[in-house]
């Protein structure tokens, strides 16, 4: 009686735990096929539409017009080709039906074949026929994120003028203000930045001397503050660029146990070295493989009143799907010793990333509680060339001419943003 107990209470559990997954069937290439409901919701509120949102081989599929236009997106769609052209801004994205090739703005690339999209007849009284799309692939290549709730089967898109994503309080005291900043972002951080960045209080006076700051003028800045779309320069502009990790701190390890900090310092050396050649002010906060300290980097951009700070990363992810180039930027509206606009910078950087390499494109993202980039007074970005955890990213990263490649993407970034963005 006990074992049957035990077991009719796991029975209850296993189904407890997958009540929101409902299925229900669609016809896709002529046969019918099983998928589970999912509920798609864009910044907290759930997208309304008769044709649900379903997953299907570990994918989540999003009727494209509804999703697209939610976003506030435009979507032509070409009955010849059977194809789907998305365009928001500066970026589009063409998809086509039962094809794995898309065109990220009009650069060539692939998708997984379990991402492919795909013509779903949904099997109402009207036999409607929707044009299904991959959630993820489609809002991250438009720098949306995009959050998984494996209990309830819901798929969360957070858009960039959503504040809550971008900052999700400010509490402001007499003295000190605290930065509670939501940055779900994923990107891989050593245990020796979680345990640094642990150890960081926005409120803590030493920690604004160690990266240079004055603390209490800087308070006193913070309440007459003008943020400006460009940076005044009153001379020649000071770049620092900074390798990340190094030393006790490998940073991401590959499979073939290639390491992030000798990619990021041979790719931030030659980076280095190219801007110098140009004529520019140019420093880097390490030269060899040695440790330093977050605030220390922070701190010594301070201290040469850098114009512009870049650090270098390579990302790492649980799964070996994750590919592609992303770059991470602070909020001004967040970190409050910022005084210019900051995502421009990661715009730059990012569109010529991906001209230059023909990667996969996974947007700018906020990066406002990243200590390099919150901490330095400057524009700062953080770039993310790939993922090591890729085994096609990592052959490119330690291959001599991709570097050259993301080299000069990244030195042509910086040229872009200076060329604009700099009086």
Not at 373 to 386: F, I, M, N, P, Q
Not at 392 to 410: F, I, M, R
């Amino acid at each position: 009686m006990k074992k049957l107990f035990c077991f009719f209470s796991i029975l209850l559990m296993f189904l407890s735990s997958n009540v929101y997954a409902e299925s229900f069937k669609v016809k896709i290439d002529n046969k019918d096929v099983n998928v589970s409901k999912v509920v798609v919701e864009i910044n907290e509120k759930e997208l309304n539409t008769k044709f649900d949102s379903y997953t299907l081989s570990g994918r989540t599929f999003v009727p494209i017009r509804e999703i697209t236009e939610s976003l506030g997106a435009k979507v032509d769609w070409d009955n010849k080709t059977r194809s789907a052209t998305v365009s928001m801004e500066n970026k589009q994205v063409k998809l086509q039906i039962d094809s794995d090739i898309v065109y990220v703005d009009g650069k060539k690339t692939n998708i997984e074949e379990n991402s492919i999209p795909k013509f779903a007849v949904y099997l109402n009284p009207k036999r409607e026929v929707k044009t299904m799309v991959p959630l993820r692939f489609l809002s991250e290549t438009f720098g949306y994120e995009v959050k998984w709730d494996q209990e309830t089967y819901t798929a969360s898109i957070y858009t960039e003028d959503y504040k809550k994503d971008e900052k999700e309080k400010v509490v402001t005291t007499s003295s000190t203000t605290t930065e509670i900043v939501n940055n779900s972002n994923n990107r891989f951080e050593s245990k020796f930045e979680k345990e640094e960045s642990k150890s960081i209080n926005n409120s803590n006076e030493e920690e604004f001397k160690s990266a240079g700051i004055d603390f209490k003028e800087e308070k006193k800045e913070e309440k007459k503050r003008n943020i400006t779309k460009k940076i005044k320069s009153d001379g020649p502009v000071t770049i620092v660029i900074d390798p990340g990790h190094g030393g006790k701190d490998p940073g991401a390890i590959g499979a073939d146990k290639t390491k992030e900090k000798d990619l990021t310092l041979e790719i931030s050396t030659k980076l280095y070295d190219k801007l110098l050649d140009d004529g520019i002010d140019t420093h880097i906060t390490r030269s060899k493989d040695e440790f330093v300290e977050l605030l220390d980097r922070a701190g010594m951009a301070n201290d040469l009143n850098a114009e512009i700070f870049l650090s270098i990363h390579i990302n790492s992810a649980e799964s070996s799907t994750p590919n592609g180039i992303e770059v991470f930027y602070p909020n001004e509206e967040v970190v409050q010793i910022k005084t210019v606009e900051q995502k421009h910078l990661a715009n730059c950087l990012q569109n010529a990333l991906i001209k230059e390499t023909n990667a996969t494109s996974r947007g700018v993202k906020n990066g406002s509680r990243l200590i390099v980039l919150k901490k330095t007074k400057g524009v700062s970005a953080l770039a993310e060339l790939g993922f090591i955890s890729n085994s096609n990213d990592v052959y490119n990263l330690n291959d001599e001419e991709y570097q050259e490649k993301l080299v000069q993407g990244l030195y042509n970034g910086l040229k872009d943003y200076i060329d604009n963005y700099v009086e």
